[in-house]
């Protein structure tokens, strides 16, 4: 048999030998591997096909090879098999909406330990394992993105805004186009960056471009290389080795996220530095790091690597999702101009225009005012559904079986459902690729609650830590820009921005999100 023949050794030199001993080694540990995963693995009976099951090669070859293909091949395997389908050897994708929230919000889950993101920020809130330690950390900065808190904000997020809508007017005197999702980047880094450490990192005040945002690009360049990763996530462990100055002149590739890193070990040094030491009892006004580095903060979780870690993961966390949102709800607007009328219309009869004819910048109007509007409102959430800008999956664990209907899925297994799968279910969004805030009107009207199926911010315990300030950014920005700028879109079109590839965040087929517009007059308040 071929395979004995292997193992006569005898004629090959010491090193020969070694080499032949090595592959019989590894051929029979994957033949054993590959027949344990097919008929003796918990997941035997769960169906999916079997080359799924024997190897992550087959995720790697459609997410790494074919470039964020992965969720469109899931989607043509639910159809072949069913709702319930083993698609890597140890996970299982369930596409049901009504079941989203018992995999993500029935009762104790655990995130998947081996899940590739926990390799990029092992010690932050986004990737801890545990349930009972992700609480702990969830504590620590929770009161900070509390609806009161938030609301407490509001003087801030408006000041910003304010400062943008002066740098977009530049734009429009200058008739130079502006790349909306960058422009809206700045917005949102110096919005959470002061809210972080106290003050801005001063993007509004600099180029509008995402290369010079040092959050935004370090998030925009990861989605081009951590899916060839996914596959081998031990690869960014050694990654965040690399010292960021050998990286200096790396534009493209891991150089703009690891210098993500390094400016949040530059604010920490800073942060920790001014309040003297890390018991919170410093100078600087109450922020989310001086709540990292509070007195009753256990020792473990305040260590400078978690520091940095946390940051980093909440400062692009809060940057580029809203600002993406926000992007996708303007190009709408500009590519709906009956929505945008009907958004003018409801504006202007709850915030009449004034004698002197204020500006819509000078007028003291906050979100928990703009979001009593039901049609501003039903912009927001098509606009958040549409976009569903965290699009990878994000498996839990159960200590327990976990049943869906007479399907048993094994205590320990990893489930997931992507939330692209509940966004854009024709069955409870009908034409789910037009973009149509009628239906949430409409919905409300009949006593029909379509917020449940809004999954963009997850849900149960480790739902989005950050949805009331994502709210009130874009009930800002959305009702900011109608009631003050006439725009075009500017090479622009639907393609541009409907999800075709899914690179952690969704992105359409160009691979990144770029909407520019041109700003061709003022509105003066209607």
Known sequence: MPLLSLLDLGHLPGTGKLIRYITCLALGWLTARSIYRLWFHPLRRIPGPKLAAVTHLYELYFD?????????????????????????????????????????GGGRRDRDPKWFINEMLPTSLVTTVSHDHHKLRRHIVSGFFSKLSVIRLDEMIRDKVRTLLRRLDQARISRTP?????????LTSDIISEYMYGESLGYLDSDLASSTNTVAHGALSSIRWLHYVRGFPSVLRLLRAVPTNLLRGDQSLVGPFLRVFQLTRDKATECLATTGSSDGHGKREKTIFSAMVAGDVPPQEKSFERLTVESVA?????????????????FHLAHNPAILKALRTELLKVFPVSVDNVPWSKRDVSASQLEKLPYLTAIIQESIRVTH???????????????????VIPPGTPMSQSVH????????????ETFN????????????????????????????????????????????????????????????????????????ESGSLAIKI?????????
């Not at 409409?442 to 315990?461: E, I, P, R, S």
């Open 518 to 526: 041109g700003l061709t007059g003022t509105v003066r308040w209607l």
């Open 314 to 330: 909440i400062l692009i966390a809060g940057t580029d999702t809203t600002a993406r949102t926000a992007a996708v709800a303007i």
């Open 64 to 104: 790494a090879i074919k470039g964020g293909r992965y969720l469109w091949e899931i989607e043509r395997l639910h159809e072949k098999y069913g709702p319930v389908v083993r698609i890597n050897p140890r996970e299982v994708h369930i596409k049901d909406s009504d079941f989203f929230h018992v995999i993500y």
């Open 437 to 508: 805030p009628e239906r949430w009107i409409q919905a409300a009207a009949n006593g029909v609650n379509l917020t449940k199926y809004l999954a963009a911010f997850g849900t149960g315990h480790r739902s989005c830590l950050g949805i009331h300030l994502a709210y009130a950014e874009l009930y800002h920005v959305i009702a900011a820009f109608a009631c003050s700028f006439e725009w075009e879109l500017h090479e622009t079109g639907l393609e541009d921005v409907q999800t075709t590839r899914d690179f952690q965040l969704a992105v359409p």
């Open 421 to 432: 799968f509940v966004c854009m279910d024709p069955k409870v969004f009908p034409s789910p």
């Open 178 to 186: 502006v790349e909306l999702h960058s422009a809206l980047n700045a």
């Open 389 to 407: 800008p965290v699009i990878l999956r994000s498996a839990r664990v159960a200590a327990e079986p976990v049943m869906y209907k007479d399907i």
